[in-house]
C-alpha cells in the first residue's frame, strides 16, 4: 500500500498458486544447452574484462562515456564517518551532496524494514528520520496506516510480530542513488532499491518474495543533519527474473538471523 508523497508503503503480495510457496522448484526452467551457453558467456566476458583491466592507458573519460554516472570511490575522504543515531539509524551526514545521498540510502532501509510496523519502533524511526515539524502528522498517518486490522490481513499482531515459528521479513537493499536537486538547505534523491519482504513461515500465505523500487526522498538540512522532508515510492526499474533455486521457509529465516545489514555512506 501507498500513504502517498509523505508516507511510505509496506509491500505485501499473496500466492498466485497452490501448494507450498518454498517448494524447490524453479521460477523459470531452464533447458541444460542454455546453461552451457550461458556459463562459456561468462568465462568470455571474464577473459574479456582481465584483458581490458591489464591493457591501461587511454582516456578514461572517453572510454566510459564522459556523462555516464560512475560508482563513488572507496578509497579514504577525509570525512569523518557517520555514525548509529539514539534508535540504531546512522547519523551525523556531512553538509554536502555526498552526505545528502547518503543520508536518502540509509533512510529508505530504515522507511522499507519490519521494524516500521512495530510500533514502538516506528515513533523511534520517525523522530530520527524526519524533520521535527512533520514528525507529529506521520506518526499519525502511520498508525492508522499500519493499524490492527492491516498488521492481521499480512499476518501479524498489533504490535508487528510474526505468529510463533515464523518470521516477518522485510529488508531493502540500495543500489544506487542519483540527486536530483541540492542547495546548501535542502536536497531530492532517488534511492534505487531491491528488497525483500513477506513472512518465513511453512503455513504461511505471504511468503518471502523480491521486488525492485525507487524511492524519492526530499531531505532537508536540520538540526546540523540531513532528515526527510517528505518522500515517495514507485515501482522498479526491474530486471527479468533469474533462475534462481527459491529457499525454504527455514533457510530464509535463519538467513534474516544471522545476516546483519549495512551503513551505507562514501
Known sequence: MSLGDDTGRTRTRLPEASGDPYGGARRNGRSSSRSLVTVVGVVVLLIAAIAFANR?????????????PKAAATAPTGEKPVTAGA???PAGFT???????SA?????????????LKP?????????????DKQASLEDRFDKAYSKEFLSSIGLDENGNAAPGETYVSRTMPIGTKVTGYSETEAGVDVWCSGVFGTAGE??????????FTMTL????ADGDWKVDSFAQKD???????DDKASTAEEMAKAVQEYGGFTYAR
Do not use: C
Open 236 to 242: 522498479g526499474p526491474a530486471p527479468v527474473p533469474g
Open 87 to 89: 534508535s540504531g539509524i
Open 104 to 116: 536518502a540510502a540509509n533512510y529508505a532501509v530504515a522507511l522499507v524494514s519490519a521494524d516500521i
Open 95 to 101: 553538509h554536502d551532496r555526498q552526505g545528502a545521498e
Open 120 to 132: 514502538d519502533r516506528r515513533a523511534e524511526i520517525v523522530r530520527q528520520v524526519f524533520v521535527a
Open 56 to 68: 591501461g592507458g587511454g582516456d578514461s573519460d572517453a572510454e566510459e562515456g564522459g556523462d555516464a
Open 203 to 212: 503455513k504461511t500465505t505471504n511468503p518471502v518474495t523480491s521486488d525492485w
Open 218 to 221: 526530499q531531505l532537508r538540512w
